[in-house]
């Protein structure tokens, strides 16, 4: 099982340079999140997609962007990237079943960005 | 807003011995669930140990078990018999089915080393 795959694993931009992270799961899985993990801060929440057709914002959204391509797919992008934003980045899925439960988050391996 | 604090940057534990990493949170939700996860040098991602509000059982998994203190708001782990793998920063998260996601609250983090 694969699980949660990101590409690229490392990833060197100069200041105002655009990329895009990608992110599959092969779990079936209804929603899918993007993590940004930076020393001292934990992983906070940059947006998410509950479902297919959906996304919303985290607490940390600007200067990205996200699409859901498909059910498997929910990209990054960085239009204009700074060198704030150089940060090791995580992509996560999850079920999300209705109701009153919290289901498990899988996440990938990690996107270690740095931009110059 | 719920905010999740890990108080302890760093922490060390000879090997065969126990060590409790704490966790506070704070939330006005009643219906939550609490998690921890273990990051080793490799980056992924671990979801060690998880924890129902409702559940007045502290929850167990071998090595590792939880002090989940509701009243309090605090979530401690024990890792008891330390292992030289059980080497990494581990994360304390909070999520609630009131989001309608599986999205996590990380706190900052503990780095536990263990020494021979």
């Known amino acids: 099982n694969a699980g949660v795959t990101q590409t690229p694993k490392f990833q060197v931009l100069k200041t105002g340079q655009s990329m895009t992270l990608q992110c599959a799961q092969d779990?079936?899985?209804?929603?899918m999140y993007w993590y940004r993990q930076d020393p001292g801060m934990g992983l906070r929440l940059i947006y998410y997609?509950?479902?297919?057709?959906?996304?919303d914002k985290g607490e940390v959204p600007n200067g990205y962007n996200v699409s859901r391509l498909n059910k498997r797919e929910f990209s990054l992008r960085l239009e204009s990237a700074a060198p704030s934003q150089t940060s090791v980045y995580f992509c996560?899925?999850?079920?999300?079943?209705?109701?009153?439960?919290?289901?498990?988050?899988?996440f990938g391996q990690g996107t270690r960005l740095t931009v110059v | 807003a719920q905010t999740v604090t890990q108080s302890q940057p760093e922490m060390s534990v000879q090997e065969a011995e126990t060590v409790t990493l704490s966790c506070t949170y704070d939330?006005?939700?009643?219906?939550?669930?609490l998690f921890w996860y273990k990051q080793p040098p490799s980056r992924q991602m671990i979801l060690v140990i998880r924890?129902?509000?409702?559940?007045?059982q502290n929850a167990t998994e071998n090595r590792f078990s939880v002090n989940f203190q509701k009243a309090a708001k605090s979530f401690s782990l024990k890792i008891s018999d330390s292992q030289l793998g059980d080497t990494a920063m581990y994360f304390c998260?909070?999520?609630?089915?009131?989001?309608?996601?599986?999205?996590?609250?990380f706190g900052t983090g503990t780095r536990l080393q263990v020494f021979p």
């Open positions: 924890q129902e509000a409702y559940k007045q």
């Open positions: 939330t006005s939700e009643n219906n939550y669930y």
């Open positions: 997609s509950a479902s297919e057709g959906t996304t």
């Open positions: 996560a899925s999850s079920e999300n079943v209705a109701g009153d439960a919290v289901t498990e988050a899988f």
């Open positions: 998260a909070f999520s609630s089915p009131s989001y309608n996601t599986d999205k996590l609250i």
């Open positions: 779990m079936n899985h209804n929603s």
